[in-house]
């Protein structure tokens, strides 16, 4: 993922109201890249098309760090290439959008899994 707008305080701050952790953080330019990942607690993990856990931070884990970034600093914007294709996240559009996200297959054709369905965490939809 790539922040723009944010200090490395910022996306800090939001990593440790959900006990995970940023991993492989560095400036490209004033933007930032990182990867979300699990702290011991595994409180946010997912599992994968397997059943079998994975050292990933699930769909809630995601949704729930955007909106701690958003309410710590409400100009942050996030930039992310993935499965789903690209995604820019903005703290105006961001509760509107990132629904889609969910339903996207992160498994098979013979065995499918929606990102939202892979979680091991407790967190309501």
Same mark, same amino acid.
């Given at each position: 993922?790539?922040?723009?707008?944010? !200090?490395?305080?910022?996306?800090?701050?939001?990593?440790?109201?959900?006990?995970?952790?940023?991993?492989?953080?560095?400036?490209? *330019?004033?933007? =930032?890249?990182?990867?979300?990942?699990?702290?011991?607690?595994?409180? =946010?993990?997912?599992?994968?098309?397997?059943?079998?856990?994975?050292?990933?931070? +699930?769909?809630?884990?995601?949704?729930?760090? /955007?909106?701690?970034? /958003?309410?710590?600093?409400?100009?942050?914007?996030?930039?992310?290439?993935?499965?789903? *294709?690209?995604?820019?996240?903005?703290?105006?559009? /961001?509760?509107?959008? =990132?629904?889609? !996200?969910?339903?996207?297959?992160? *498994?098979?054709?013979? +065995?499918?899994?929606?990102?939202?369905?892979? +979680?091991? +965490?407790?967190?309501?939809?």
């Amino acid at each position: 993922m790539i922040a723009s707008h944010v !200090t490395p305080e910022d996306l800090a701050t939001a990593a440790r109201a959900l006990d995970v952790r940023l991993e492989n953080l560095r400036p490209l *330019g004033r933007r =930032y890249q990182f990867t979300l990942r699990l702290n011991p607690s595994k409180a =946010y993990q997912r599992r994968g098309h397997s059943g079998r856990r994975v050292g990933a931070v +699930c769909w809630h884990g995601h949704r729930d760090f /955007f909106r701690a970034l /958003f309410a710590v600093n409400p100009a942050a914007e996030i930039r992310s290439r993935w499965v789903a *294709g690209r995604i820019h996240y903005t703290s105006h559009n /961001f509760e509107d959008t =990132y629904r889609d !996200t969910g339903s996207v297959n992160i *498994g098979s054709q013979a +065995c499918p899994l929606a990102y939202q369905d892979a +979680c091991v +965490c407790s967190v309501d939809n």
